[in-house]
């Protein structure tokens, strides 16, 4: 019962009694009791006006919901009005769950004095106004046009001046508070911490102060953000070194994406954001980053997206949009964050069966992973299971699990779930470098045997020749590639010229190139004519290719100047800028039995032979435009370098390679 109540019942009591009742000591006790209760009845009085420095109202306030104007007046009798405690919610005070306008008014006694006084008040509700004798002289939240549901940082008060003319005087106090029917279940729904009342510079400190301290409550928070970030930038800027390396683009985004949650939380409470649209951004990057923490594992374990990947990114899309639900009013908060912790436990099981699978087949980034993300799971589960408990008015708590509780925050194990995890997702970064280091080593070792190989596919040395000038222009599109020339010197004084290309680009097609160049230097020994020489060749080559094959033309020049040729689906020679006639065979490694038709022409002094591979033909603008067969005869006069230089800067596809013949006539020897 309220004190207005019980004083009520006494006076009642009392005048049910006899006169003669009065005259006896029991009327002593009566009036004792009466005294007691009419104290009660007026604790809604508060003086502060013999106080030397802030003083805290400790009395209970008048309390009456709905909504009056004249509730503010100070003439207003509140004598029948309940009275409450503004530091305990009125969830719990015979109000339970009731959400919309509601009063407090209490009658204050301020100091005397001309310094200029004000109210260090905590917000009641979700926004509030504060009148002093019926004058409105200030508001917390934001409560005109409509009142709206704001978020309100922890520990944080608001200064509010009383006018100067009110000193020394009795005031009515009034406070008008609202609560949002999403909101209103919560355990402290319509409390605040005690009302402070001292000078306006002391209470401007007061409220300085605590924004200090509401800041220093979000430290875990701070420094969680800081870890993300480093880590963060760092996997960003392995992506930046290595773009087919997805997972590093995935671990950045996921790292941002928690960065920004958690600043973002800070911010829109600080800045007064309504509850309902920041909880759609929330939310929203909430399911963006898990779904980029789905890429990140899957892709760091070396996954594929199969049915569980998709659920979990299913179930990631569902943690946005049930926040339409909460926001547009259908449910409630409580029911929200019961939902989410059901889809979080889903995703986490999902998630964690996918580690536990590829750890037991020796993941070492499963391995690391492992542990960080089951803490992280279970606490975060935890903290919004606390949370539907907290908006349900069942517990008191909003937060995780605490693993330490200082005088200024606190530390909860969902904050060390979340910090292990990234520092997992570093150490996964950091063995995935050192591991990419030694690849690289590994690399560049291969590389240069690689470049030894292809010293002996493309030699920049030829024999002195009689008669003959040789020049080569080899440009590869990796670090190594597949075409490849010879030029032998035969017994006779003629030469042997051989050049082709291995279906392929880099290591695989040079270490076919080899084995071509091996067996054409044995069978160069024999002497045997060209056309012969490619059918020998097509067989050693057919079955070692696994499905790939050669292009070659093989040409033999003696010292009068006769030129035998033989084409195995290479492009064709070049004599004088103009394309030499031949006919050409299968590629070699195709079919076994394959025999090459030859063609023999005469040079004469001045002429030169121009034999190229496709990568000059199929050398490509960005617009698709080739450079074509026009174009190659155009130049197909010039140097082997110039032809190769020229065929770069058009837009490179394949390997080039160009060597030209050019015959000085009999007897004539080449400087």
Not at 471 to 486: H, K, M, N, T, W
Not at 585 to 596: A, F
Not at 627 to 641: D, Y
């Amino acid at each position: 019962m309220t004190g207005t109540i019980r004083f009520s019942v006494a006076v009642d009591l009392i005048g049910s009694l006899p006169a003669r009742f009065f005259s006896s000591r029991r009327a002593l006790i009566l009036t004792a009791l009466l005294a007691v209760c009419l104290g009660r009845a007026h604790a809604q009085s508060f003086d502060a006006s013999q106080a030397g420095g802030p003083v805290t109202i400790t009395a209970s306030w008048h309390f009456q919901t709905g909504d009056n104007p004249q509730w503010a007046a100070p003439a207003f009798d509140d004598s029948q009005w309940p009275l409450l405690r503004m530091d305990k919610s009125w969830n719990v005070q015979g109000y339970g769950g009731y959400s919309g306008y509601a009063w407090y008014r209490i009658q204050l006694r301020l100091p005397p004095g001309r310094e200029p006084l004000a109210l260090a008040l905590d917000r009641v509700g979700n926004s509030a106004e504060v009148y002093a004798d019926g004058q409105l002289i200030g508001e917390m939240g934001r409560m005109r046009p409509k009142p709206e549901w704001l978020a309100r940082l922890p520990r944080n008060i608001t200064s509010i001046r009383l006018p100067p003319a009110l000193n020394g005087k009795t005031i009515t106090l009034a406070i008008r508070a609202w609560e949002s029917t999403r909101s209103a279940p919560a355990f402290d729904a319509g409390s605040a911490a005690l009302p402070r009342l001292g000078t306006e510079r002391a209470t401007s400190e007061l409220q300085a102060l605590s924004v200090d301290q509401s800041l220093l409550t979000y430290f875990p928070d701070w420094t969680v953000i800081v870890v993300a970030v480093v880590i963060g930038l760092i996997s960003f800027g392995l992506f930046l070194l290595r773009p087919r390396a997805r997972e590093y683009l995935w671990a950045a985004l996921y790292l941002f994406g928690e960065t920004f949650v958690r600043a973002f939380d800070v911010y829109r409470q600080a800045h007064q954001l309504p509850v309902n649209k920041a909880a759609m951004v929330l939310f929203t990057l909430g399911g963006a980053a898990i779904i980029c923490w789905f890429l990140l594992v899957w892709g760091f374990v070396r996954a594929k997206k199969d049915r569980t990947f998709w659920s979990g990114v299913t179930l990631a899309v569902c943690t946005a949009l049930v926040t339409f639900l909460v926001t547009t009013g259908i449910t409630s908060i409580s029911t929200i964050y019961t939902i989410r912790a059901t889809i979080v436990s889903f995703i986490g099981l999902l998630i964690f069966a996918r580690l536990s699978l590829e750890a037991l087949r020796g993941n070492r980034d499963a391995q690391l992973f492992l542990a960080p993300f089951l803490l992280y799971t279970v606490t975060d589960v935890v903290r919004f299971v606390r949370l539907a408990l907290y908006y349900a008015g069942v517990s008191n708590t909003s937060s995780g699990l605490e693993l330490y509780r200082g005088p200024y925050f606190t530390v909860t194990w969902d904050r060390v779930g979340f910090l292990l995890a990234f520092l997992a997702i570093g150490a996964v970064l950091v063995r995935r470098f050192a591991q990419s280091a030694q690849q690289e080593q590994r690399l560049a070792t291969e590389m240069e045997s690689a470049r030894e190989v292809q010293a002996q596919l493309v030699p920049r040395e030829f024999p002195r020749l009689a008669g003959f000038q040789i020049e080569a222009a080899y440009l590869p599109a990796a670090e190594v590639g597949g075409d490849f020339y010879q030029v032998v010197e035969q017994s006779d004084g003629s030469v042997l010229i051989v050049i082709g290309d291995v279906c392929g680009k880099g290591l695989k097609a040079a270490m076919s190139g080899v084995l071509a160049i091996g067996a054409i230097r044995a069978l160069a020994s024999q002497e045997l004519s060209p056309g012969c020489l490619l059918g020998r060749l097509n067989q050693e080559m057919t079955g070692s290719q696994n499905g790939g094959f050669i292009t070659c033309t093989c040409a033999r020049a003696s010292r009068d100047g006769v030129i035998t040729l033989a084409n195995a689906g290479h492009p064709p020679a070049y004599r004088n800028g103009e394309e030499l006639p031949m006919m050409s065979g299968l590629p070699l490694g195709i079919t076994r039995d394959v025999e090459y038709a030859e063609t023999c022409a005469q040079l004469v002094a001045g002429d030169r032979l121009t034999f190229l591979s496709d990568g000059v033909l199929e050398a490509r603008r960005e617009n698709g435009d080739f450079f074509g067969f026009e174009r190659t005869r155009e130049i197909s006069g010039q140097p082997a370098e110039s032809i190769a230089r020229a065929a770069r800067q058009f837009g490179q596809e394949d390997d080039i390679t160009v060597l030209t013949l050019s015959f000085r006539g009999v007897g004539v020897t080449t400087p």
